[in-house]
């Protein structure tokens, strides 16, 4: 096989010599999902390192919900996670999340496949590993915001109203479920990303109104 002057292969996989760094893989993520996709499965990346994306991502979102709800909650949040149960929340991000994220990654694997996806298992973990990875800072962005709410809100009443501010508390998920979407397309070689958005989308809206049925919530609490 050739390749290009910028390429070189190593292992498995055929890397890139320009833009390796991954602050520059994450904004070219950023622009372009799916090239950014193509790109990391052309380096068959070891299982080490699609772990690292989600670990990463686990404690992103764990600093996130801690800010949330904790740092600087506002009054419809106050009492989603109590400050005793940090060391919990923290767990469940590293650990249960994790399996989560693998258990996610298949199913994702096994709807796609009915769809005539063209990827192996490995393939969506990378795809879905990457995204959530490259979505964090969005629900850390999301976080922040909900947590300047939070602190303004005595001064400013309206800022507590739920209509206001409970969309910023599930903000982060639109960028998660799209940059995963855009990955996994790109790795089952769909023709267009907006299908399997719409899809993931309508799980995550079913998964959130489950959460809410059930009162996760208020076990955690």
Known sequence: MTHSED????????????????????????RDMRSSTRRLLRERPSEGRLIFYVLVSDMVF?????LKTLVAP?????GIISADKIGLLMMAALMLRTALMY?????????????????????????VFW??????PFGLAAAVIAAVMGMYEP???????KWLALPVYWLGLIPF????AAGTAEAHK????????????????????????????????
């Open 7 to 30: 390429e070189f292969e190593a292992g498995n996989g055929v890397f890139q010599l320009e833009r390796n760094g991954l602050v520059d893989r994450v904004s070219d993520a950023w």
């Open 62 to 66: 764990f600093a996130s919900w801690s």
């Open 74 to 78: 506002a009054s419809i949040a106050g």
């Open 103 to 127: 258990l996610f990654s298949l199913v994702v694997q096994v709807v796609a496949r009915i769809f005539n996806g063209a990827a192996s298992w490995k393939e969506t973990r990378t795809a």
């Open 131 to 136: 995204g959530a990875f490259v979505s964090a």
């Open 155 to 161: 001064a400013l009443p309206f800022l507590g109203n």
């Open 177 to 180: 479920v799209w940059y995963i």
């Open 190 to 221: 769909f023709r267009m990303t907006s299908p399997t958005f719409m899809a993931m989308s309508l799980f995550a809206l079913v998964l959130t109104v489950a959460t809410l049925l059930v009162g996760a919530g208020d076990m955690i609490g």
